[in-house]
């Protein structure tokens, strides 16, 4: 049995197509089913559906064999364990610093001034202004981000944009771009060299179907 870890909305229906080139579809939609483990069309293949940032921990243990995460998530993660064969070039945004449109950042930067810096990634924003000499106080949020500029929680979020939208509507402006994100394949290291025979085809057809 092969089982694939996927987080329900964007990464689900993005990785749809390369399960679909690998001969792999899903018996039920997540959306609208609330199991956990779908079945697909293949005996051999289940899919588990879990939170995007628990992906690389349930492949890592080898609960799941593959799984598809996003670079935040990864990075966050350490990846330990994992095998990531493929960049699947699939929910791209970016990583970037933001903050409040009246805010004068490179002033603050410029200044010395220690920031307070409210995010999910909070690997990513250490990484970040310990390369840029910059002091920071990280105060670890579970979401919204957006909000804590605009009620004194922090100077400065990390968070992923992708249209900025979300930042207009909060009256925030992006800053600093710190990555490109896209979601990876990973493997279970093990996993690989136990069950290659099945495992390699599959990545091979998801290579195939990448688009670039
Ligand atoms: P949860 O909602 O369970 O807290 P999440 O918000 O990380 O988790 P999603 O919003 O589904 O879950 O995001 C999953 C992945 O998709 C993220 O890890 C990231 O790689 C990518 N992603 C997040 N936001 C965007 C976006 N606005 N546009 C494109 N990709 C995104
Ligand atoms: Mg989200």
Redesign the pocket.
């Known amino acids: 049995m092969i089982t694939i870890a996927l987080?329900k909305?964007?990464?689900f229906e993005e990785t749809l197509p390369l399960l679909k080139a690998a001969g792999i579809t899903a018996a039920e939609d997540p959306e609208s089913s609330r199991k956990l483990i779908l079945s697909t069309n293949r005996d051999d293949v289940r899919l588990i559906i879990v939170?995007?940032?628990d992906v690389p921990t349930y492949v890592q243990y080898g609960a799941a064999d593959i799984g598809v995460a996003?670079?935040?998530?990864l990075y966050e993660h350490g990846g330990a364990g994992l095998y990531q064969p493929l960049d699947l070039n699939i929910?791209?945004?970016r990583m970037m610093v933001a903050v409040r449109d009246d805010f004068d950042y490179e002033a603050a930067v410029r200044q010395g001034a220690r920031l307070r810096v409210a995010t999910k990634y909070v690997q990513t924003a250490r990484e970040h202004f310990a390369a840029k000499g910059v002091h920071v106080d990280l105060i670890k949020l579970y979401?919204s981000m957006e909000l804590g500029p605009l009620v004194g929680l922090s100077d400065v979020i990390v968070d992923?944009v992708?249209s900025g939208n979300t930042l207009k509507a909060n009256h925030l402006k992006a800053v600093e771009h710190i990555a490109d994100?896209s979601?990876r394949l990973v493997v279970n290291q093990a996993a690989l060299k136990l069950k290659r025979d099945v495992i390699q085809p599959m990545l091979d057809a998801f290579a195939g179907a990448i688009i670039k």
């Open positions: 987080s909305g964007r990464i939170r995007a940032s996003g670079k935040d998530v929910a791209r945004c979401g992923l992708s994100i979601s």
